[in-house]
């Protein structure tokens, strides 16, 4: 599975848009790229995934850009308890199952 | 609602002393992985189980095993525990073969202190 590169921490005000930059720059054709944040002392819990188009859910926008070397996740109006760190992880998504977890990204939201 | 479940959600062992952590899911999922983390770590894949065919990864050192007696459940036993296994120990499972990583559903977790 490629490996992906992310800033170590980021801050963000509350209400603003927290976008967390993740770079995969050896991608392969049948990579997905795949989103987990884990806030402190829980378990990691999924947020979104994207092959090549962007994506947007409930919790989150992925967007990936056309080389499909790097993606932003975008949380558009950060709370508080979007306080974590989050993972942005690249795996074979046909018969691959394991997920392995990269070093991440800690946000704090702050007032 | 469908979950994973793990107990302890605290452990505290003896150095030395056999020490099993649990968990169970209601999902009715195939595949069953641990996780390994550590303080300010990611987690890391000790190992999973396909079914019944059980997955070790390189690394895992061997005093690490595992037991699936059945679907719902799954056992991470630490043979010998050392100082240096004291970490929050993660349980989660996936739809195996659908290859979507949405499918991972994580435990709580069981925090384990050596002493």
């Known amino acids: 599975d490629a490996k992906t590169t992310q800033p170590p921490s980021m801050d963000c005000a509350e209400g603003r848009a927290a976008n967390l930059p993740c770079n995969h720059s050896?991608?392969?054709?049948?990579?997905?790229v795949y989103w987990y944040r884990q806030i402190h002392s829980q378990g990691p819990q999924y947020i979104i995934h994207?092959?090549?188009n962007n994506e947007t859910n409930e919790m989150a926008s992925l967007i990936i850009t056309e080389d499909r070397k790097s993606s932003t996740l975008i949380l558009p109006h950060a709370t508080l308890r979007d306080t974590a760190v989050y993972y942005c992880?690249?795996?074979?998504?046909?018969?691959?199952?394991?997920?392995?977890f990269g070093t991440g990204t800690r946000l704090q939201v702050f007032p | 609602d469908a979950m994973v479940i793990q107990n302890p959600r605290y452990q505290v062992t003896q150095f030395g002393k056999p020490v099993t952590l649990s968990c169970s899911q209601t999902?009715?999922?195939?595949?069953m992985y641990w996780y390994q983390q550590k303080s300010s770590q990611a987690p890391k894949l000790l190992f999973h189980?396909?079914?019944?065919?059980?997955?070790n990864e390189a690394d895992t050192p061997d005093n690490f095993q595992s037991r699936r007696p059945n679907t719902s459940f799954c056992f991470l036993d630490i043979r010998s525990p050392g100082l240096g296994d004291a970490a929050m120990y993660l349980c989660?499972?996936?739809?195996?073969?659908?290859?979507f990583g949405y499918g991972y559903t994580f435990g709580s977790g069981t925090r384990l202190t050596v002493v």
């Open positions: 989660a499972t996936s739809r195996g073969g659908q290859g």
């Open positions: 050896t991608i392969s054709g049948n990579e997905y």
């Open positions: 994207g092959l090549k």
């Open positions: 992880i690249v795996r074979v998504g046909v018969y691959t199952d394991k997920l392995i």
């Open positions: 999902l009715n999922h195939n595949v």
């Open positions: 189980y396909y079914d019944k065919d059980f997955n």
